[in-house]
């Protein structure tokens, strides 16, 4: 057990979604930061799709009730008993310690995974907070000050005793995940279903680069910038959607949908983000600026090897190095 | 941001885009859209349940959602050869029987006019028709949920009369309540969640549309019959 001793709106429990419902109107949700949960999941010894904490809002603070293994990754900053946790970091918890999380500059959202996972009642599948449906995670809603969460039973490993990090997949793989040098985030998209149908406007959308709008949220991201319109005015029957679309409404600024996104659409759509990159666009921030770029399914079949990879390296290395401890301390 | 989306996939747009033949195209690496040719009927309907039914069946499709006159497949993983995953879907369209669901009939009881039918007097300058006429056409009518969407057990129904007939409203209502009998352009439904909504209501009905701890979520499904019972006309 853990109590929710300080936070700020909007901080959910979070898996990897609830996936296999959108054919009745049920939203994903799910980490906007699925690699971040991953990694903090597997440095805990979980399953790497164990519920966590999403925090987007800061300071969040909580009260270990008893001995277990906490991890901390993406952007969020902890301390344990005031004592500062380096990032990506396992470590293990007493019973009475106060884990502190601040923000970290340049990223949007922070998590926090623990030894056995945060053991809310499952609905349809997801520990998932759907905040729309008002179920899942915290009885469907954001977390609270004095929340008392329920965790998993398991045994805290060597490898947190001792404590143990990774370098974060943006340092791992640089090559593979581009930043302008003014800062603006590359993002790879392929061209979707009406792409064709906004003419020039069409290269506008690819050439210029767009800011992430204050309006955004778990259900979408608004882009500023100069409007795209397609040729003549369209209806589109209304259709399943996933994460990553982005469509464009009258006013001609596009809309991307993320992790809370609606299950069902109507806006002509002109790109679809590649999903490997959906994770770099739930670590930005209002304000930040992203360009579009013209990506191939064969590019995207490569970005999620290297993630898979990069995944499977950490769970080999972290369980080999436990074992190697577990024989240092001499068991 | 929340209130804003939802409203807007509501919003109308121009024109009806439609297709002269099959249509299919991606949204992002893993999922591919179906649209069908042709009209907004329940024979090109059977077709998409037709094709539900055989794409749901495939190894590599994690997940099907029908749509109208549409079906998204999200892939298990991003496909090796899209294009020869355009084909299959293709040739599985074409290949595709119209089936006839044999869904449940659902009698809803509604409250017309009232409180919730703040839509109801434009409908009728709209139509040209009285609020009662309006009614009577609403209630007559037998609806087939056609798909399930864009809120949890909220159903698309299809076989709204001509007559009555509404665009959705460029700017939502901001605050609906859950249970609003709504008309957006030709279709109309029940509101599942109390939020923005950019369709016209006309009613209210008092009924659970979904529950996420039954075995059962969403009381409606593809091919269900619905029919609106007037429990009370508040003029």
């Known amino acids: 057990m853990i109590e929710v001793i300080d936070t700020g709106p909007l901080n959910t429990i979070q898996d990897l979604g609830r996936t296999g419902f959108r054919d009745i109107g049920v939203t994903v949700s799910g980490a906007m930061d699925p690699l971040a949960l991953k990694v903090a999941n597997l440095l805990v010894g979980n399953e790497e799709g164990a519920a966590g904490i999403e925090l987007q809002t800061f300071p969040f603070r909580v009260r270990f009730g008893k001995e277990v293994a906490v991890a901390v990754t993406g952007g969020g900053n902890a301390t344990l008993d005031g004592v500062a946790m380096p990032p990506w970091w396992v470590q293990t918890a007493q019973a009475g310690q106060i884990l502190e999380v601040t923000p970290v500059a340049g990223s949007a959202r922070g998590y926090v995974a623990f030894g056995g996972g945060v053991d809310v009642e499952p609905v349809m599948g997801s520990r998932s907070t759907s905040l729309r449906g008002a179920f899942g995670g915290m009885e469907g809603r954001a977390l609270r000050k004095g929340d008392l969460l329920p965790l998993g039973d398991a045994p805290v490993s060597e490898l947190a005793m001792t404590g143990f990090g990774v370098v974060a997949p943006m340092l791992e793989m640089t090559s593979l995940f581009p930043v302008v040098e003014d800062g603006t985030v590359l993002i790879r998209a392929l061209p979707a279903g009406e792409h064709d149908l906004f003419g020039a406007d069409a290269e506008r959308f690819w050439r210029q680069t767009w800011k992430i709008s204050p309006q955004s949220d778990r259900t979408g991201y608004r882009l500023a910038g100069d409007p795209i319109r397609p040729v003549a005015p369209v209806e589109m029957r209304s259709h399943g959607i996933v994460a990553g679309v982005v469509q464009v409404p009258p006013a001609g600024e596009p809309i991307i949908q993320m992790s809370d996104a609606n299950t069902a659409g109507g806006y002509p759509k002109i790109a679809g983000i590649v999903e490997a990159d959906l994770w770099r666009l739930g670590q930005a921030r209002a304000g930040i600026r992203v360009r579009f770029v013209r990506s191939s399914h064969a590019e995207a079949r490569a970005l999620d090897k290297a993630m898979t990879d990069y995944l499977e390296d950490i769970r080999a290395t972290s369980q080999m190095v436990a074992r190697a401890l577990k024989t240092i301390a001499g068991h | ?235």
């Open chain 2, 1 to 235: 941001m929340n209130s804003a989306l939802q409203s807007m996939t509501r919003s109308s747009l121009g024109s009806p885009l439609v297709r002269e033949r099959v249509h299919i195209s991606p949204i992002g690496s893993r999922a591919f859209l179906i649209e069908a040719p042709g009209g907004f009927d329940l024979a090109t309907q059977r077709r998409i349940w037709a094709l539900t039914q055989d794409v749901g069946h495939w190894d590599d499709v994690i997940e099907t959602v029908p749509g109208m006159t549409n079906l998204l497949a999200i892939f298990r993983v991003v496909p090796e050869d899209p294009q020869a995953v355009v084909a299959r879907l293709s040739n599985a369209w074409d290949l595709a029987q119209s089936v006839d669901l044999q869904g449940k009939t659902i009698e809803i009881a509604v409250t017309y006019g009232g409180e919730h039918a703040i839509d109801l007097g434009a409908l009728c300058n709209l139509s040209g028709l009285r609020d009662r006429e309006i009614i009577r056409i609403h209630h007559e009518g037998t609806y087939t949920v056609f798909a399930l969407g864009s809120a949890p057990g909220f159903g698309y129904l299809h076989g709204l009369d001509p007559r009555i007939h509404m665009p959705r409203k460029t700017v939502p209502s901001l605050k609906m309540e859950k249970g609003c009998v709504t008309i957006g352009g030709m279709q109309t439904g029940v509101a599942v969640l109390t939020g923005p909504n950019g369709w016209n209501s006309i009613g209210f009905a008092d009924l659970p549309m979904f529950d996420p701890t039954a075995a059962t979520p969403a009381i409606m499904a593809p091919g269900d019959i619905v029919r609106f019972i007037p429990e009370r006309i508040e003029l």
